[in-house]
């Protein structure tokens, strides 16, 4: 099953292997922001629609997942 792509920016739908949906990871404890609400919503918008822009983790988790 191909999941539902309409949505989902020309950029990112031609780049590598669409059906996997793989993105962008942001590490969220490598990023800060003057504002703290500002931090939040730009994660909460790159983790939107099941993640279409890319997916957050911490840093231990992205080296954790590289072991």
């Known amino acids: 099953m ?3 792509l309409s949505d ?3 950029a990112k739908r031609l780049r590598g292997k669409p059906s996997m949906r793989i993105g ?3 590490a ?3 990023t800060e922001s003057y504002f ?3 931090k939040k919503a730009a994660l909460d918008m790159i983790r939107a629609q099941g993640a279409i822009v890319g997916w957050t983790a911490t840093v231990d ?3 954790g997942a590289l072991r």
Request: hydrophobic share 40%.
């Open 24 to 26: 962008d990871i942001l």
């Open 61 to 63: 988790q992205i080296a």
């Open 8 to 10: 989902c920016p020309p």
């Open 28 to 30: 969220e404890d490598a």
């Open 36 to 38: 703290p609400e500002f």
């Open 2 to 4: 191909v999941p539902d």
